[in-house]
């Protein structure tokens, strides 16, 4: 066993993947069956060698990894907020950095259940659902709806509810808000910003992404423009869209909604971990 993760572990830091350690844990215990807790003490011991079947299977995951595969849709999961979420390749993986957008959400959709019986909560682009489900996973009384264009990812998502018993959180095939009947309480939303001519110049691993999942128009902000103005119709009085952007896309947003929701009563911007922008808040009256 040893002996096979040293070579997975070589065959990944030759190839320049920086986590080579981590990910060298997660393939071999994904093809042995054991949590990656269970896997390092089972490893350390182990005198046994992998099965024939199981140094197949670690070769063909090994095979697609160094193809530029992330590890992520080899393996089939996700951890975001705590969850354990299923992802395959029509659903983006979910990024560490969009948990700020959740802990943001959380604390809007904490004051509106504090004041109305049951708030509206939509997730814009909701993927595999990670957003969503990690709202309703911290909340109580409120309806949390998430709606995606692509029937794949919406499949996902409606998977990983089943799987956590998110039961109540509703998911729905829609472009934007376009089939969403206001008034909603909170709107959040991780859309696709990716500039369409920087796609290309995309780390491999993240070319394997869905295109619809990051392909954000010209400047990246073609999703949040429609987005901005739909939300100006269907925001209740008093409610808040939250957006996950690039930090260097937050003067042009903040543009974007001047010009386009007039009736906004403060716009602002919280940090990452790192310092960055990350988030776009837009309170109306
Ligand atoms: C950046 S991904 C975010 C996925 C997920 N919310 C997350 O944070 O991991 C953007 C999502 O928006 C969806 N999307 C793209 N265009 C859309 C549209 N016009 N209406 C609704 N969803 C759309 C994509 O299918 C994708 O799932």
Redesign the pocket.
Known sequence: MRHSLDRTRTALRDHGISEWQIEADVLLSHVIGVSRANFISLVYGAEDSLTRPQATRLKGYLDRRLSGEPLAYIVGRRE?YGLDLEVNES?????QE?EL?VEVALEYIAARVRRLDRPTVV?????????ALALAAHTQNARIVG????RN?LDVAVRNRDRLSAEGVEFAQ???LDAIAGPVDVIV?????IPTGTLASLAMEVRRE?V???DGGNDGLD?FR?LAIQAEETLAPGGVMAV?LMPDQMNDAMSIVRRHMCNVEAVSTRLDLMGNMRALLVKMP
């Not at 659903?91 to 990024?95: G, K």
């Open positions: 975001f659903v983006l993986i979910p990024r969009t957008l997730d814009v682009g909701t993927g595999s659902g990670a957003v709606v995606d264009i692509s990812a829609c472009d934007m939303s991780n859309p696709p910003y869905p619809v999942a990051l999703h429609r996950e």
